[in-house]
């Protein structure tokens, strides 16, 4: 073949070897590795990081955090796995030299909503873990923001992305107990105010600021290693982010509820505070033990200890459809919820359901339970729409509802009006009735971390 000929040939045969990337597409092709920055260098995030490793078709490249020890620990532990990747104290200069597809917001709940902002404002897809915002109204900027942006959103709420969940999600929906009377759902504890206290010793993070940036948009505070690591017992950083928590295990339960209800893009329209908030444990006067086939069984030793602010609250759907938050932390689901409707009652938790007549369960369409980590479908789901640009299975929208349940239960104590009905209007997503519920909807963001601007 002379010059000319392979010239004419390879032209002709280009878009087949140049990446989606290179073309100008708006994400990976198909058959591309999804490259993705982590963000936020705590707990979760190493089981996110583990469960990443996991899945082929995705390759860490940057891993952030404000502070440095977590940086130098994350990158350690990845290059021992075999996995070598940039480490940043900064998410600006992060987003300004990774050409990556996405950003895992795996951060405190109070720097959630920026980081992931700041990530979309950049033109990457998002997994933002839950409850994905602190307030109802920096939720919806950050919808707003995605939609804006045409970002692909993952809020992770797992249990949307279990099979078996869903399946019995939609057993619920499709009638196979009939109407549903109402929804049974946990009491969940609720988070602290922060007491002044003195500051401790700070330690060296890296760069001089640290604490400064780790702080985002709270009060910036001295330093006190009861905030830097228990952040998530205090209003000012989340909303109950403890296990049997408001918005740590009642964000998975809120969820689910909104699923099988099939409200994933609205939301109550009454909240009544059934009784005073009192600070007590999160188990009933009852120490029992639980029998091996109920659902919340692997998880009620998890939380005998837990304790805070608690009152029973209950709310109301458009179609009539009461939801009773009265469950204690021993029984029923603490990561579900049970729909009781006419002809039955099915019970899901995570990868676990009971149900009655007892017959659903010999459905041939029945899914049986998972066989992989329980995080990595829903993170799959990710990869797969960032390359389709479809919607997730936790679209940042239904991440906005059910973190609007969590600060509806939270806003009903602290308005502290026993038997009175608050009016919400899940449109416009405002009280019709109490003004002071409407002042909880929003934080005043400190200066330097207001989210981004639309442009």
Same mark, same amino acid.
């Given at each position: 073949?002379?010059?000319?000929?392979?010239?004419?040939?390879?032209?002709?045969?280009?878009?087949?070897?140049?990446?989606?990337?290179?073309?100008?597409?708006?994400?990976?092709?198909?058959?591309?590795?999804?490259?993705?920055?982590?963000?936020?260098?705590?707990?979760?995030?190493?089981?996110?990081?583990?469960?990443?490793?996991?899945?082929?078709?995705?390759?860490?490249?940057?891993?952030?955090?404000?502070?440095?020890?977590?940086?130098?620990?994350?990158?350690?532990?990845?290059?021992?796995?075999?996995?070598?990747?940039?480490?940043?104290?900064?998410?600006?200069?992060?987003?300004?030299?990774?050409?990556?597809?996405?950003?895992?917001?795996?951060?405190?709940?109070?720097?959630?909503?920026?980081?992931?902002?700041?990530?979309?404002?950049?033109?990457?897809?998002?997994?933002?873990?839950?409850?994905?915002?602190?307030?109802?109204?920096?939720?919806?900027?950050?919808?707003?923001?995605?939609?804006?942006?045409?970002?692909?959103?993952?809020?992770?709420?797992?249990?949307?992305?279990?099979?078996?969940?869903?399946?019995?999600?939609?057993?619920?929906?499709?009638?196979?107990?009939?109407?549903?009377?109402?929804?049974?759902?946990?009491?969940?504890?609720?988070?602290?105010?922060?007491?002044?206290?003195?500051?401790?010793?700070?330690?060296?993070?890296?760069?001089?600021?640290?604490?400064?940036?780790?702080?985002?948009?709270?009060?910036?505070?001295?330093?006190?290693?009861?905030?830097?690591?228990?952040?998530?017992?205090?209003?000012?950083?989340?909303?109950?982010?403890?296990?049997?928590?408001?918005?740590?295990?009642?964000?998975?339960?809120?969820?689910?509820?909104? %699923?099988?209800?099939?409200?994933? *893009?609205? #939301?109550?329209?009454?909240?009544? /505070?059934?009784?005073? &908030?009192?600070?007590? =444990? +999160?188990?009933?006067?009852?120490?029992?033990?639980?029998?091996?086939?109920?659902?919340?069984?692997?998880?009620?030793?998890?939380?005998?200890?837990?304790?805070?602010?608690?009152?029973?609250?209950?709310?109301?759907?458009?179609?009539?459809?009461?939801?009773?938050?009265?469950?204690?932390?021993?029984?029923?689901?603490?990561?579900?919820?049970?729909?009781?409707?006419?002809?039955?009652?099915?019970?899901?938790?995570?990868?676990?359901?009971?149900?009655?007549?007892?017959?659903?369960?010999?459905?041939?369409?029945?899914?049986?339970?998972?066989?992989?980590?329980?995080?990595?479908?829903?993170?799959?789901?990710?990869?797969?729409?960032?390359?389709?640009?479809? %919607?997730?299975?936790?679209?940042? *929208?239904? #991440?906005?509802?059910?973190?609007? /349940?969590?600060?509806? &239960?939270?806003?009903? =104590? +602290?308005?502290?009006?026993?038997?009175?009905?608050?009016?919400?209007?899940?449109?416009?997503?405002?009280?019709?009735?109490?003004?002071?519920?409407?002042?909880?909807?929003?934080?005043?963001?400190?200066?330097?971390?207001?989210?981004?601007?639309?442009?």
């Amino acid at each position: 073949m002379d010059r000319r000929s392979f010239l004419k040939t390879t032209m002709a045969a280009a878009p087949m070897l140049i990446s989606a990337r290179a073309l100008g597409q708006n994400g990976p092709g198909a058959n591309e590795t999804v490259n993705v920055a982590v963000v936020g260098l705590g707990g979760r995030s190493r089981d996110i990081v583990a469960t990443i490793l996991g899945i082929p078709q995705m390759r860490i490249v940057a891993v952030c955090d404000c502070f440095g020890p977590r940086v130098d620990a994350a990158r350690k532990a990845l290059e021992e796995r075999g996995v070598k990747c940039n480490g940043y104290l900064d998410l600006r200069e992060m987003l300004d030299k990774e050409n990556c597809d996405g950003v895992m917001a795996e951060t405190t709940t109070h720097a959630r909503a920026w980081v992931s902002c700041m990530a979309m404002a950049a033109g990457k897809d998002v997994y933002i873990e839950k409850p994905m915002s602190l307030t109802i109204a920096e939720g919806r900027e950050m919808v707003n923001c995605a939609r804006h942006y045409k970002r692909v959103t993952q809020v992770g709420t797992q249990q949307r992305s279990i099979p078996l969940n869903n399946w019995a999600s939609d057993l619920v929906k499709n009638g196979a107990i009939g109407k549903v009377k109402h929804v049974l759902a946990p009491n969940f504890v609720g988070a602290l105010k922060w007491e002044a206290r003195e500051g401790q010793e700070m330690p060296d993070g890296g760069r001089p600021d640290w604490w400064d940036v780790w702080t985002n948009q709270a009060e910036l505070r001295p330093y006190h290693k009861d905030i830097h690591y228990g952040w998530s017992n205090w209003l000012d950083y989340d909303g109950g982010g403890i296990s049997f928590g408001v918005t740590g295990w009642g964000t998975h339960s809120y969820d689910q509820l909104q %699923r099988g209800l099939g409200t994933d *893009e609205t #939301g109550p329209v009454e909240i009544i /505070l059934e009784e005073q &908030v009192q600070a007590r =444990r +999160a188990y009933s006067e009852e120490d029992r033990e639980p029998g091996p086939e109920e659902t919340g069984a692997p998880y009620y030793g998890m939380v005998k200890d837990t304790s805070g602010p608690r009152a029973k609250v209950s709310m109301k759907y458009e179609n009539g459809v009461q939801v009773l938050l009265h469950l204690d932390a021993n029984f029923g689901p603490g990561l579900g919820c049970i729909y009781e409707g006419e002809n039955g009652r099915i019970e899901i938790n995570r990868d676990k359901i009971a149900v009655e007549p007892r017959e659903l369960l010999d459905r041939p369409d029945n899914p049986g339970h998972l066989s992989v980590p329980e995080t990595q479908p829903h993170i799959e789901n990710w990869i797969e729409c960032i390359k389709s640009r479809n %919607r997730c299975t936790a679209d940042i *929208e239904y #991440g906005q509802r059910s973190s609007t /349940l969590c600060y509806l &239960v939270n806003i009903a =104590r +602290a308005v502290g009006r026993v038997g009175e009905k608050l009016l919400w209007d899940p449109v416009a997503e405002r009280f019709t009735n109490c003004d002071e519920g409407n002042t909880m909807l929003a934080n005043t963001r400190r200066a330097g971390y207001e989210l981004p601007p639309l442009v």
